[in-house]
C-alpha cells in the first residue's frame, strides 16, 4: 500500500497522548501506532515512515533504546525523530539529541 500522505509512526504507551496526537495529525498524515519502543522498530523497519514522533518512557523499550538501535541501522537512521515527552530534564533532552534525535518537544 502507498499511502497519498506523508508516513508518520507515533509511539506513546499513553492512550491519553495517543488520542490527542492521532485527533491532531489523522486528517493530513497516514499514521501508524506503536505502543512500546520493540513494536516501533518493527513498524519502522516494515514501512520506513517519513517521521517518527516517539515518547521517551514506555514499557519493554524506551524511546532512547530505540534511538540506539536506529542510530546503528542504515536502513533507519535516516528517518528524522522528534521526542514528544512529558520528561523535560536536560539530562532528557541532551540523551536524546545525542542518541539521533531531530527534535525534543516537552
Do not use: C
Not at 515518547?55 to 533507519?76: H, Q, R, S, T, Y
Not at 525523530?81 to 516537552?106: F, K, P, Q, R, W
Amino acid at each position: 500500500m502507498q499511502p497519498n500522505k506523508p508516513v508518520v509512526l507515533v509511539v506513546d504507551d499513553d492512550p491519553v497522548n495517543l488520542d490527542i496526537l492521532v485527533q491532531t495529525l489523522e486528517q493530513d498524515y497516514f499514521l501508524i501506532i506503536a505502543k512500546n519502543g520493540k513494536r516501533a522498530l518493527d513498524l519502522a523497519f516494515s514501512h520506513h515512515p517519513d517521521l517518527i514522533l516517539l515518547d521517551i518512557l514506555m514499557p519493554e523499550m524506551d524511546g532512547f533504546e530505540v534511538l540506539a538501535v536506529m542510530g546503528k541501522n542504515k536502513w533507519l537512521e535516516s528517518i528524522p525523530v522528534i521526542i514528544i515527552s512529558a520528561e523535560s530534564a536536560s539530562t532528557y533532552i541532551d540523551s536524546a539529541y545525542d542518541l539521533g534525535a531531530t527534535e525534543y518537544i516537552s
